[in-house]
């Protein structure tokens, strides 16, 4: 059985605790935007092809170092951080997007993000609604609510605002775990237990449309959270999906409202050229909603990452993240070309 208590303490955070932003934002200097344009001219003479480009083809001798203690950084202690100040006016959306690749090979390997494979996504209104039946947050320009990826890490790259809102909320949901844990150690064991997950349409061909998993892991002293609250509740459209027992119901109520509390947040508001990196099993994300003006081109549009990171080693990990099969799909391409 698995004992209920707080974990991973040194990655707890209040609002109170990250006032000054200063202690999780690096903005690029002069000389980093320079070595990033250099290692994409060499990543440009290797290939044409942004996908084959690893962290040996977009080598940063500099900055690295500090990109692998923000890794660190994000796996064992804070688990969110922003690098700002890419020049993507200058450089435009492909060069951008090209660097921001680059970076996030030096933080981990891709992880696929959806059934098609899709390395590198783009997050834009296409007019949808969570409630469109298989529609997906990075679709919509409404508010997201907090919730996870499937992967390590996420990353966002700003290219471009929309009108207003649109501002990220972050979420210590490991903070808030340990809260539970310790407030109603009965109520979190039952977050340890399978919850329903709807696909959203992405299941295998014939395969059920819904998984479950456990909302808390627990893999020796490390925690892993996966907790996307709108998909354990659109699982119920599904007739053969497992019924939310009232039991769950109050369990997901006593961690919504945890996570709901401003003390257990920070808001920020991506600028141009922003990139943000988060742990997903310890911070939760959501949005704010936000307004475009496709007439005057003023359209928020981001570029996201997942990303393994190599920190976590498959006997760091259960079972159900590992990371091997998540991006054997990329090195199988790499090995090809």
């Known amino acids: 059985m698995t004992a209920i208590e707080p974990l991973e303490p040194l990655a707890e955070w209040t609002a109170a605790t990250v006032t000054d932003s200063a202690a999780w934002s690096h903005r690029l200097t002069v000389e980093e935007i320079a070595e990033l344009e250099e290692a994409l001219a060499v990543a440009r003479g290797h290939t044409d092809d942004l996908l084959d480009v690893d962290k040996a083809r977009f080598p940063l001798p500099h900055l690295g170092s500090r990109l692998e203690s923000m890794t ?7 688990g969110f ?29 891709p ?6 494979g899709h390395l590198l996504g783009d997050v834009k209104d296409a007019g949808v609604r969570l409630s469109d039946g298989n529609s997906r947050g990075y679709q919509m320009a409404g508010p ?7 992967s390590d890490l996420v990353g966002l790259l ?17 903070l808030c775990h340990n809260l539970l844990a310790e407030s109603d150690p009965a109520l979190a064991a039952v977050l340890y237990e399978d919850l329903p997950y709807d696909y959203r349409g992405e299941e295998a061909d014939g395969g059920r449309p819904y ?25 119920q459209r599904h007739e053969a999906a497992p ?28 600028e141009p050229g922003d990139m943000q990196f988060i742990n997903n099993y310890h911070v939760l994300h959501g949005r704010r909603t936000f307004h475009d003006d496709h007439d005057g081109g003023q359209v928020r549009w981001l570029k996201r990452l997942w990303l393994a990171s190599d920190i976590l080693t498959p006997e760091d990990r259960p079972e159900r993240f590992q990371a091997s099969r998540a991006f054997s799909h990329w090195n199988e391409k790499r090995t090809r070309a």
């Open 243 to 270: 019924r939310l027992t009232e039991q769950q119901l109050a369990a997901m109520a006593a961690y919504d409202e945890l996570i709901a509390d401003p003390a257990h947040q920070v808001e920020m508001i991506f």
């Open 211 to 235: 998984y479950t998993i456990p909302a808390f892991t627990r893999h020796g002293d490390r925690l892993f959270i996966r907790y996307v609250p709108p998909y354990i509740r659109a699982s």
């Open 81 to 109: 951080q922003r690098v700002a100040g890419l020049p993507v006016d200058r450089l435009g959306p492909e060069d951008s997007s090209w660097i921001y690749w680059g970076i996030g090979m030096h933080l981990g390997m």
């Open 111 to 116: 992880w696929p993000q959806n059934a098609r």
């Open 72 to 78: 660190k950084e994000l796996i064992n202690g804070r």
């Open 158 to 174: 700003c290219l471009s605002n929309g009108v207003s809102g649109g501002e990220s909320l972050i979420a210590n949901a490991l």
């Open 144 to 150: 997201l609510p907090f919730h996870s990826d499937g």
